[in-house]
């Protein structure tokens, strides 16, 4: 059987290793019927003189798609493209910073909505920089869209949304291919996706949704871990502290919940870890303190327990954010979305 030519773009001065690139190549010219599932294609010698390659560049191109079963190898008669379920499914590399409850909503939302039409790879870096860009360098050229969740820390726990070394190597990534999610930063250039959140200004309108009921209080404390594994965005704190100014709120920020908290009548806290909101309503409930009349309670990210517990609660949509990424996808049109973020009032203020 003579081989069928494949279509081979090798582009020079793409940062994208050049095995990478023939297996896109191949991949593409499959997913597009240019190839046929059971035809064989050049060997890699043929190839390689073809493409005025390597031979070791081939070879590892072609042990990339084997591993993969999107070609096999029939001793003595050459290579052959295999059915794959890969091929006609479109390939994500999913890149979250934390394996926490609320991101993992995100990407169950995002893993539904994109059905049988997609083949997710879930990767998590534990917002670390090296992490990060070791996984992208690893896996660039191989995806038809990579969703990244850019949060990082600093080696003094802080927050740190971006570095030149990170935005260097999301740089690299083709951007019709590239979705930033939840963090508005690090500012890509070129017409990527985006579904963000913005920190600063979703914490400041969603409390002036609740300032009427934040009036009764006489103290708002905000309960931000300043050292923390996964630390928060300090935008979080600049939009409390432009709250609290405006409304002209006496206000204390706290690292945590401590045991034996001085508990004062007309105070209100948002509280951002899980932990620290069961510590709070323990010690709430010890003092037969009463929740939205003595002591005030908002948290900071919704879950089903919250809302069964009656816990008043500012949040962002995680189903919508995994389900406006997916359709950004499976419709092929990237753009920007503002994820919504809202205040919902319950019994605990």
């Given amino acids: 059987m003579i081989s069928t030519p494949v279509h081979i773009h090798i582009d020079?001065?793409?940062?994208?290793?050049?095995?990478?690139?023939?297996?896109?190549?191949?991949i593409d010219d499959i997913a597009k019927s240019k190839l046929e599932i059971g035809q064989k294609i050049p060997s890699i010698n043929e190839l390689s003189e073809t493409c005025y390659l390597s031979r070791d560049t081939v070879e590892k191109a072609y042990r990339e798609l084997k591993k993969?079963?999107?070609?096999?190898?029939?001793?003595?008669?050459?290579?052959?493209?295999?059915?794959t379920d890969l091929i006609s499914k479109l390939n994500v590399f999913f890149l979250i910073n934390k394996p926490s409850s609320y991101k993992m909503r995100i990407y169950n939302s995002f893993v539904n909505c994109m059905g049988v039409d997609g083949h997710v790879t879930l990767?998590?870096?534990?917002?670390?920089e090296s992490l990060f860009i070791k996984a992208i360098e690893k896996n660039i050229g191989a995806y038809d869209y990579y969703v990244l969740m850019p949060h990082f820390k600093d080696d003094n726990l802080n927050h740190v949304s971006s570095t030149e070394a990170v935005t260097n190597i999301i740089e690299q990534i083709p951007k019709d291919r590239l979705i930033l999610m939840d963090n508005n930063k690090p500012e890509i250039k070129g017409n990527h996706g985006a579904i963000i959140q913005d920190f600063k200004n979703d914490i400041y309108f969603a409390?002036?949704?609740?300032?009427?009921?934040?009036?009764?209080?006489e103290k708002l404390i905000l309960v931000y871990p300043n050292k923390t594994v996964f630390p928060y965005p300090r935008r979080i704190l600049h939009g409390f502290v432009q709250f609290c100014d405006e409304q002209n709120l006496k206000f204390e920020v706290l690292d945590e919940i401590y045991e034996g908290m001085e508990l004062h009548s007309k105070d209100a806290y948002i509280v951002i870890e899980e932990m620290?909101?069961?510590?709070?309503?323990?010690?709430?409930?010890?003092?037969?303190?009463?929740?939205g009349k003595d002591i005030g309670i908002i948290s900071y990210n919704d879950t089903p327990l919250k809302e069964?517990?009656?816990?008043t609660v500012i949040s962002t949509d995680f189903n919508a954010m995994?389900?406006?990424?997916?359709?950004?996808?499976?419709?092929?049109?990237?753009?920007?979305?503002?994820?919504?973020?809202?205040?919902?009032?319950?019994?605990?203020?």
């Fill in 12 to 26: 020079e001065f793409s940062r994208i290793p050049k095995y990478k690139q023939i297996v896109n190549s191949i």
């Fill in 276 to 291: 620290d909101l069961v510590s709070l309503v323990h010690q709430v409930n010890a003092k037969n303190l009463k929740l």
């Fill in 207 to 217: 409390l002036k949704s609740g300032a009427d009921k934040l009036s009764q209080y």
């Fill in 308 to 311: 069964l517990l009656g816990i």
């Fill in 322 to 349: 995994g389900e406006l990424t997916a359709h950004m996808i499976l419709n092929n049109k990237l753009e920007t979305i503002k994820n919504n973020f809202h205040y919902i009032e319950r019994n605990s203020v």
């Fill in 123 to 128: 990767s998590i870096y534990h917002c670390d």
């Fill in 68 to 83: 993969r079963k999107i070609i096999i190898s029939v001793k003595g008669k050459g290579y052959y493209t295999a059915k």
